[in-house]
């Protein structure tokens, strides 16, 4: 089952990720990362961050088991998360509500800026919320595709109108 869904979870995608990893992203922001280790290899491109992972910037919170990051040129490419669950935290704005998604694993592509979870997602901000096995995010198209592979199983949105939150 598919859903395409154009709702206030599709903005919040562009204030989560794009600070984080875009080239756009305020620069004033320092960039956080603890972890109980931390390889770089320089040959391949790549950082791996493992154990206990917490990245950080501004009032964006990531926490995973494992995130990897690809690189060309000193620039990110590729963002890579996984984690029982991952957890993703957008901290409560003066106009909005704090927003939480939890899933398996997540990936990002920073040049096309496009966006895949997996695994048992859920997304909340306030008391709406959607579920599904997958989410995929374009956040130049304002795109988002919601899916549920499993046997039996629904992509599950529920948004109330802002009078009743």
Known sequence: MQIRITISFVVFFTFVFSPIYSASARNDEPLS?????????????????????????GEIIIKANQILAYTRNSKV??????????????????????ILITGKKFKYQVQDKQLA???????????????????????KKDHLIAEAYSSGQQVRAIIYSKQEK
Not at 34 to 57: F, H, M, P, W
Not at 77 to 98: F, H, L, N, W, Y
């Open 77 to 98: 490419e590729t963002v890579m998360a996984s984690g029982q669950p991952i957890r993703i935290v957008r901290k409560k704005r003066i106009d909005s509500e704090a």
């Open 33 to 57: 990362v603890d972890a109980q280790s931390v390889k770089i290899n320089e040959k391949n491109n790549t950082v791996i961050y493992t154990g206990r992972v917490k990245l950080a910037q």
């Open 117 to 139: 979870l997996s695994g048992s997602v859920k997304i909340q901000q306030g008391k709406d919320t959607i579920t599904g096995d997958t989410i995929f995010y374009d956040i």
